[in-house]
T-cell receptor
Framework: NAGVTQTPKFQVLKTGQSMTLQCAQDMNHEYMSWYRQDPGMGLRLIHYSVGAGITDQGEVPNGYNVSRSTTEDFPLRLLSAAPSQTSVYFC??????????????FGQGTRLTVV | AQSVTQLDSHVSVSEGTPVLLRCNYSSSYSPSLFWYVQHPNKGLQLLLKYTSAATLVKGINGFEAEFKKSETSFHLTKPSAHMSDAAEYFCVVSGRDSSYKLIFGSGTRLLVRP
């Protein structure tokens, strides 16, 4: 059981380049989300999805796009990278959300540097 | 709006001594509360969760936390620290206020001295 798999683990981009961070889960979870982690700020929600074909913005969505064509995959796209997007990115999935929030499972993270 | 405050950015203890990581929350409705641990260069792992059942919650690796509504606190404790406990710990709140999204605290880095 692989859980949540993120690729790549490390990436260096030049300002203005684009890239896609991949996230896949094999637990048949409906809810998936992307966070960025910056020193002293915990994790902040970028975008999330409550099921295939449905996405919504989180706390810090600017500069990022997402889509959810399948239950398993939830890629995060940076269209034109900026140094402010240097961060560690985590993908997470959970069975759902609702009156009793279930455990979120996290990937290993992608460390992105924009120069 | 929901929020969570971790009162210490760093906590240092000696191996074998108790651990206390402090967390206060704000929520208009009954919250769900979680503690996650992140070891260096790793993802986050759930330690324990409170979802309106017992107020004293036991988690993995000997950690536990007590939900105190009157104090709006959810402090994490462990009777005896081990070197392998050195990591960053996140207190997380969720609930109706945040449309059930996870709201993270800023984290507490636990250092364990030999």
């Amino acid at each position: 059981n692989a859980g949540v798999t993120q690729t790549p683990k490390f990436q260096v981009l030049k300002t203005g380049q684009s890239m896609t961070l991949q996230c896949a889960q094999d637990m048949n979870h409906e809810y998936m989300s992307w966070y960025r982690q910056d020193p002293g700020m915990g994790l902040r929600l970028i975008h999330y999805s409550v099921g295939a074909g449905i996405t919504d913005q989180g706390e810090v969505p600017n500069g990022y796009n997402v889509s959810r064509s399948t239950t398993e995959d939830f890629p995060l796209r940076l269209l034109s990278a900026a140094p402010s997007q240097t961060s560690v990115y985590f993908c997470a999935s959970s069975y759902g959300q609702g009156l009793m929030n279930t455990e979120a499972f996290f990937g290993q993270g992608t460390r992105l540097t924009v120069v | 709006a929901q929020s969570v405050t971790q009162l210490d950015s760093h906590v240092s203890v000696s191996e074998g001594t108790p651990v206390l990581l402090r967390c206060n929350y704000s929520s208009s409705y009954s919250p769900s509360l979680f503690w996650y641990v992140q070891h260096p260069n790793k993802g986050l792992q759930l330690l324990l969760k409170y979802t309106s059942a017992a107020t004293l919650v036991k988690g993995i690796n000997g950690f536990e936390a007590e939900f105190k509504k009157s104090e709006t606190s959810f402090h994490l404790t462990k009777p005896s620290a081990h070197m392998s406990d050195a990591a960053e710990y996140f207190c997380v709140v969720s609930g109706r206020d945040s449309s059930y999204k996870l709201i993270f605290g800023s984290g507490t880095r636990l250092l364990v001295r030999p």
